[in-house]
T-cell receptor, first 117, second 113 residues
Framework: DVKVTQSSRYLVKRTGEKVFLECVQD?????MFWYRQDPGLGLRLIYF???????EKGDIPEGYSVSREKKERFSLILESASTNQTSMYLC????????????????FGAGSRLTVL | GENVEQHPSTLSVQEGDSAVIKCTYS??????FPWYKQELGKRPQLIID?????GEKKDQRIAVTLNKTAKHFSLHITETQPEDSAVYFC????????????FGIGTKLQVIP
């Protein structure tokens, strides 16, 4: 069974703390994504990566950074957490582009619910 | 960038009735349109998708239609059942190598037994 694993299901942090959210996939997928999910706002893309050490900004990258040192691992970093970053964070991965079976299909992790106090 | 609008945001139907969720997209280059279902407390999962060279696709009780000219696509669920209750997200993806997927805000569907 394909898997995207997020290391923490629930985190509580204080304003100003540095936060690391880890995501690991075992499907040898090229693409990995970080979304945040907020009621009434849907799934908003923060950053994505299409290859090791490559990253692209999504729609709401401010206040976040990412790291992809290995193909299977994609980390989301909040350099200085703020209360408006309280949210559910979803990691996802997908295979190569069009023409490949299953391409574009996102496999999501279970999510990491972050509360910033 | 791509913008996906989805409506309604909430939808209640009686068990056995049909449900329709509509989405529009802005980028005419988008060529892939998936629908994800997220049950309460669970992760989103793909339920059906359609590519821009196809106008309609069916899978048992669910179907998706695409109108490229109007840049809108819809999800149709027939003979709804309580287990269809969930949040449904439409999305659009461009053909670029990065496979960026942009989601709508979601529709919370409640099927009343």
């Amino acid at each position: 069974d394909v898997k995207v694993t997020q290391s923490s299901r629930y985190l509580v942090k204080r304003t100003g703390e540095k936060v690391f959210l880890e995501c690991v996939q075992d499907m040898d997928h090229e693409n990995m994504f970080w979304y945040r999910q907020d009621p009434g706002l849907g799934l908003r893309l923060i950053y994505f990566s299409y290859d090791v050490k490559m990253k692209e900004k999504g729609d709401i990258p401010e206040g976040y950074s990412v790291s992809r040192e290995k193909k299977e691992r994609f980390s989301l970093i909040l350099e200085s957490a703020s209360t408006n970053q309280t949210s559910m964070y979803l990691c996802a991965s997908s295979g190569l582009g069009t023409g490949h079976s299953g391409a574009n299909v996102l496999t999501f992790g279970a999510g990491s619910r972050l509360t910033v106090l | 960038g791509e913008n996906v609008e989805q409506h309604p945001s909430t939808l209640s139907v009686q068990e056995g009735d049909s449900a329709v969720i509509k989405c529009t997209y802005s980028d005419s280059a988008s060529n892939y349109f998936p629908w994800y279902k997220q049950e309460l407390g669970k992760r989103p999962q793909l339920i059906i998708d359609i590519r821009s060279n196809v106008g309609e696709k069916k899978d048992q009780r669910i179907a998706v239609t695409l109108n490229k000219t109007a840049k809108h696509f819809s999800l149709h669920i027939t003979e709804t059942q309580p287990e269809d209750s969930a949040v449904y997200f439409c999305a659009a993806s461009n053909p670029g190598g990065y496979q960026k997927v942009t989601f709508g805000i979601g529709t919370k569907l409640q099927v009343i037994p």
